[in-house]
C-alpha cells in the first residue's frame, strides 16, 4: 500500500541556514507525483513544490528544492537561508498516477521552527 | 484571482446533530476533494468531486456524503456526528490533466468543527 513517511516530528534551524527535511515513500506504481506543504497556525495548506516520478531534474521553486532519489524512494525538502516566517509544519504528500486515484497521501508531518 | 475559499471557518455542533461545510474552488478548476484532518496528524482524504459526481471515495462512512454543483462549488454534509468528527476540514481545487490524472490540489482555509 502506498505511504508516506516523515521521521521528523520536529526541527529548529536558525535564521538564515538551511535545513532538510526528510520524506520517504512507498509505492507500486511507476507514475506518481510528490508534493511538499506547508501548514501555518492558521491551518491553510500551502502548496510549495512538486516532483514527478519521471522528471529527471531536481524541483526548485525559490528558496525551496526537492532532493528526489528514485531509488531510495525520498523526496526530501531543502529550505535555502531559512526565514522567521518559514516556521510552520511541513507535510509530503504523494499522488499514484493512474486515473482513478487521484487523492493525495500525506506523511504525519514535520514541524520547523525557525529561531533568529 | 480569488484562492479556494470554505464557509464557515469555525462550526460547533453536538453530538447526533447534522452538519454542511461549503467550498468554492479556485477560479478554473473544475475538481474538489475534501480531506479531514485530525490534530496533529496528516490530511486523510474523504472523497472527490468531478462534472458533479463523486469521483473517488477514502474510508470514510456513509454518513458522510457530499454535492458538486453545475459552478464547480461543492458541499461536505456529516450527518449523526460522533466526537470523533472533531477536526480541520479542508476542502482541495485542482484542475483535470490532459492525462487525465489531476494538476496540483490548492486548499482553502478549512473549517474546523468541534463536536461537544
Known amino acids: 500500500a502506498q505511504k508516506i513517511t516523515q521521521t521528523q516530528p520536529g526541527m529548529f534551524v536558525q535564521e538564515k541556514e538551511a535545513v532538510t527535511l526528510d520524506c520517504t515513500y512507498d509505492?507500486?506504481?511507476?507514475?506518481?507525483?510528490l508534493f511538499w506543504y506547508k501548514q501555518p497556525s492558521s491551518g491553510e495548506m500551502i502548496f510549495l513544490i512538486y516532483q514527478g516520478s519521471y522528471d529527471e531534474q531536481n524541483a526548485t521553486e525559490g528558496r525551496y528544492s526537492l532532493n528526489f532519489q528514485k531509488a531510495r524512494k525520498s523526496a526530501n525538502l531543502v529550505i535555502s537561508a531559512s526565514q522567521l516566517g518559514d516556521s510552520a509544519m511541513y507535510f509530503c504528500?504523494?499522488?499514484?498516477?493512474?486515473?482513478?486515484?487521484?487523492?493525495?497521501?500525506f506523511g504525519t508531518g514535520t514541524r520547523l521552527q525557525v529561531f533568529p | 484571482d480569488a484562492g479556494v475559499t470554505q464557509s464557515p471557518t469555525h462550526l460547533i455542533k453536538t453530538r447526533g446533530q447534522q452538519v454542511t461545510l461549503r467550498c468554492s474552488p479556485k477560479?478554473?478548476?473544475?475538481?474538489v476533494s475534501w480531506y479531514q484532518q485530525a490534530l496533529g496528524q496528516g490530511p486523510q482524504f474523504i472523497f472527490q468531486y468531478y462534472e458533479e459526481e463523486e469521483r473517488q471515495r477514502g474510508n470514510f462512512p456513509d454518513r458522510f456524503s457530499g454535492h458538486q454543483f453545475p459552478n464547480y462549488s461543492s458541499e461536505l454534509n456529516v450527518n449523526a456526528l460522533l466526537l470523533g468528527d472533531s477536526a480541520l476540514y479542508l476542502c482541495a481545487s485542482s484542475l483535470v490533466a490532459w492525462d487525465r490524472v489531476t494538476d496540483t490540489q490548492y486548499f482553502g482555509p478549512g473549517t474546523r468543527l468541534t463536536v461537544l
Open positions: 509505492t507500486s506504481d511507476q507514475s506518481y507525483g
Open positions: 504528500a504523494m499522488r499514484e498516477g493512474s486515473y482513478n486515484t487521484d487523492k493525495l497521501i
Open positions: 477560479s478554473g478548476h473544475d475538481t
